[in-house]
């Protein structure tokens, strides 16, 4: 299971660190996935990191403004989120890349609200 | 980016009639490897998204057979046989063949 943490409400421009603790699967050896859901709208992708951190790639929405990383020691996914935007409020979900490029294991989510 | 739309977005069904939802991607969705990575999502209402069918028609684990997909390059179609209760919910096709990933609008499944 994956289970997504650090999420609140936080001023524009200001930044936000998630996390994404998995459990249960090798987690070095997958590919992890970040999705945000903004108040009533459909799923958006946000970011992809490679099993070993070696590529990623990002929505042109946060290109420059997020960074995805792993820390394979910890089985933690995380999201560095600067420059917050309001159109960043979202419920954000990690997500396992699991074999044949399905995400296959998504976590509760953690709720991000950027306002003043 | 490939855009994906779904039709309906909305689909009132009767207790054991069966429902249909397409999805038609903006270009092909067939990889380089042959495989053409589009998946189905069902996410309850106050729930996460769920991963119901990935390759087009192959079921995850734990899925009611009443589900299947199919389709082909740009044309996919999710199948539910005989709706239940349980079903009601948004689903979403999505395509991981290429980045960024997109998904449809999402298709919203009722009950009459």
């Known amino acids: 299971q994956v289970v997504e943490s650090g999420g609140g409400v936080v001023q524009p421009g200001r930044s936000l660190r998630l996390s994404c603790a998995a459990s249960g699967f090798t987690f070095r050896s997958h590919g992890m996935h970040w999705v945000r859901q903004a108040p009533g709208k459909g799923l958006e992708w946000v970011a992809v990191?490679?099993?070993?951190?070696?590529?990623?790639y990002y929505a042109d929405s946060v290109k420059g403004r997020f960074t995805i990383s792993r820390d394979n020691a910890k089985n933690t996914l995380y999201l560095q989120m600067d420059s917050l935007r309001a159109e960043d409020t979202a419920v954000y979900y990690c997500?396992?890349?699991?074999?044949?490029?399905?995400?296959?294991?998504w976590g509760q989510g953690t709720a991000v609200t950027v306002s003043s | 980016d490939v855009v994906m739309t779904q039709t309906p977005l909305s689909s009132p069904v009767t207790l054991g009639q069966p429902a249909s939802i397409s999805c038609r991607s903006s270009q092909s969705l067939v990889y380089s490897d042959g495989n053409t990575y589009l998946s189905w999502l069902q996410q309850r209402p106050g729930q996460p998204p769920r991963l119901l069918i990935y390759?087009?028609?192959n079921r995850f684990s734990g899925v009611p057979d009443r589900f299947s997909g199919s389709g082909t390059g740009t044309d996919f179609t999710l199948k539910i046989s005989r709706v239940e209760a349980e079903d009601v919910g948004v689903y979403y096709c999505?395509?991981?063949?290429?980045?960024?990933?997109?998904f449809g609008q999402g298709t919203r499944l009722e009950i009459k």
């Open positions: 997500a396992r890349w699991g074999e044949g490029a399905k995400m296959d294991v």
């Open positions: 999505m395509q991981t063949t290429q980045f960024p990933n997109t």
């Open positions: 390759k087009i028609s």
């Open positions: 990191i490679w099993y070993d951190g070696s590529n990623k």
